[in-house]
C-alpha cells in the first residue's frame, strides 16, 4: 500500500525558511523515486523535485534549484524538503509523491498536501 503524508507546511515571510517532511511506506520508500510538487490555484501543477532511484540523482525545478533540497532518512523511511530563500511565487500547497521525473505528470500516489504560504 503506498502511502505519502506530507506535513510541515505553513506561513512564512519572503526570504524565511520551512522544511517539510513526507512519510512513506518503507516498500515505497525503497523501490520507487520520491519527490514533491506544487500546486497553486490558477496554476498548473509544477514538479519541485525528484529522487530518482535507478540513477541516484535528486533533480530540480529551475524555479527552486539553489534554494531547495532535498534529503532523506532512510531509518524513518521519511524525505524532507528543506525551503530557504522562500518567495510569494512559492506559495502553493506541496505534495510528496512517487515520482519518474520533473514532468508535472510523473508524479503518482500522493496523499495530504501541505499549504505553503509566503508572504510579501
Known amino acids: 500500500e503506498v502511502q505519502l503524508q506530507a506535513s510541515g507546511g505553513g506561513l512564512v515571510q519572503t526570504g524565511g525558511s520551512l522544511r517539510l517532511s513526507c512519510a512513506a511506506s518503507a516498500r515505497t520508500f525503497d523501490d520507487y523515486g520520491i519527490g514533491w510538487f506544487r500546486q497553486a490555484p490558477g496554476k498548473e501543477r509544477e514538479g519541485v523535485s525528484c529522487i530518482s532511484r535507478s540513477e541516484g540523482v535528486t533533480s530540480y525545478a529551475d524555479s527552486v534549484k539553489g534554494r531547495f533540497t532535498m534529503s532523506e532518512d532512510y531509518a524513518e523511511n521519511k524525505v524532507y524538503l528543506q525551503m530557504n530563500s522562500l518567495k510569494p511565487e512559492d506559495t502553493a500547497v506541496y505534495y510528496c509523491?512517487?515520482?519518474?521525473?520533473?514532468?508535472?505528470?510523473?508524479?503518482?500516489?500522493w496523499g495530504q498536501g501541505t499549504q505553503v504560504t509566503v508572504s510579501s
Open positions: 509523491a512517487r515520482c519518474g521525473g520533473l514532468g508535472a505528470h510523473n508524479y503518482a500516489y
